[in-house]
């Protein structure tokens, strides 16, 4: 249990029965009577905002959190499987990963975020290297600005690439934003 003097921003707290984390914190001490510590507070499950007052005597409860690193292994029809470290198997639907499901790769290691035993949040390495499967060709010579075209990945996933990328490169991609990085070598030819 939290008190709200314990408040501060990136705290997780539950309230009403969801997890939360304060985004935005501000401490006002009115000339007469208590404290105000006014919060921003974002649904670590569903994303929405909202914004709450608290007094200093007012208590806040501690969510019933659990951080879990996975080693994802292969897709099932519309469920991915992940291993723990003692290789048991967990099945998370497309719902419960959300955009992250696009950037996963054989083996990649992903923190899970757990509140109550239910996922959700998944945490992907910062970049992950994906091959282009769908490209239109640059035009030769387009390369007086930043021109940019629509590149395809395996995993039906759509981003914005440079010209000079062609089909079959292998591309790093920000996996907080899904934006184009930056270009790998060439696929080995086998």
């Known amino acids: 249990m939290f008190s709200a003097s314990d408040l501060r921003k990136g705290l997780k707290v539950e309230i009403d029965g969801a997890p939360y984390i304060i985004t935005e914190f501000n401490f006002t001490k009115p000339g007469k009577g208590q404290a105000i510590y006014n919060c921003k507070l ?54 419960e990963l959300g955009d992250a499901r696009f950037f996963l790769v054989e083996d990649i290691e992903v923190e899970v975020l757990y509140h109550k035993g239910r996922p959700i949040e998944v945490v992907l390495p910062t970049f992950v290297e994906k091959e282009i499967v769908y490209t239109e060709p640059g035009a030769r010579g387009d390369t007086a600005t930043n021109v940019l075209k629509p590149g395809k990945i395996d995993t039906g996933y759509e981003l914005s690439i440079p010209l000079f990328v062609n089909q079959g490169d292998i591309v790093k991609i920000d996996t907080r934003t899904g934006d184009y990085a930056d270009r790998v070598l060439k696929k080995a030819q086998a």
């Open 42 to 95: 974002k649904n670590l499950a569903n994303g929405t905002t909202l914004t709450k007052s608290y007094r200093s005597n007012d208590k806040l409860d501690k969510p019933e959190l659990a951080q879990h690193v996975l080693t994802y292994s292969y897709k099932d029809g519309d469920h991915y499987i992940f291993m723990d470290e003692n290789y048991a198997q967990i099945s998370m639907g497309a719902d």
